[in-house]
């Protein structure tokens, strides 16, 4: 992570911290970082900035998850959408949609649908659950643990 030591520039993407005695307070990001410190210098309590040069939007969501990881800035109540770090509500969504999948790969549309003849077998109470949880359990390791 390099740190900025020389002139702000404005339309390059920043990621900086805002300290107060000399403890992060808030992490954030701006393609304009000379407007946004402006706006700070109004709504928020600091004494100090850093700030740390980025080549892009992705880069800068990554460099703002870690350091609000990192630092856990009182002022700083979500971590952006980027590639490292998730929220909670986006992992929660992941999983529910890999539920969803499972569930519809276990009891297919067409056996729901003919339930009541002698063609099809449903599977039925614990057998369904274990092989539900199997795949989930699988895709959770694979999406979020094997990275």
């Not at 992570?1 to 107060?20: C, D, I, N, P, R």
């Not at 000399?22 to 100090?48: A, D, P």
């Not at 999983?95 to 499972?102: D, K, M, R, T």
Request: include cysteine; hydrophobic fraction near 35%.
């Amino acid at each position: 992570m390099k740190k900025h030591t020389s002139e702000l520039v404005a339309g390059k993407w920043y990621v900086y911290t805002l300290m107060l005695d000399g403890v992060v307070v808030y992490v954030g990001q701006s393609v304009n970082i000379l407007t946004r410190m402006g706006c700070h210098s109004n709504q928020k309590e600091f004494t100090g900035a850093e700030y740390f040069p980025c080549d892009g939007k992705k880069e800068a969501n990554n460099l703002e998850a870690e350091l609000i990881v990192k630092h856990k800035p009182p002022q700083n109540t979500l971590v952006p959408r980027n590639d490292i770090f998730k929220s909670k509500s986006s992992v929660l969504s992941e999983i529910e949609a890999i539920l969803v999948s499972a569930y519809d790969r276990v009891v297919p549309p067409y056996v729901i649908e003919y339930r009541h003849t002698k063609k099809s077998r449903i599977l039925h109470g614990r057998e369904t659950l274990a092989k539900v949880c199997k795949i989930v359990i699988k895709e959770i390791e694979e999406k979020f643990i094997k990275n």
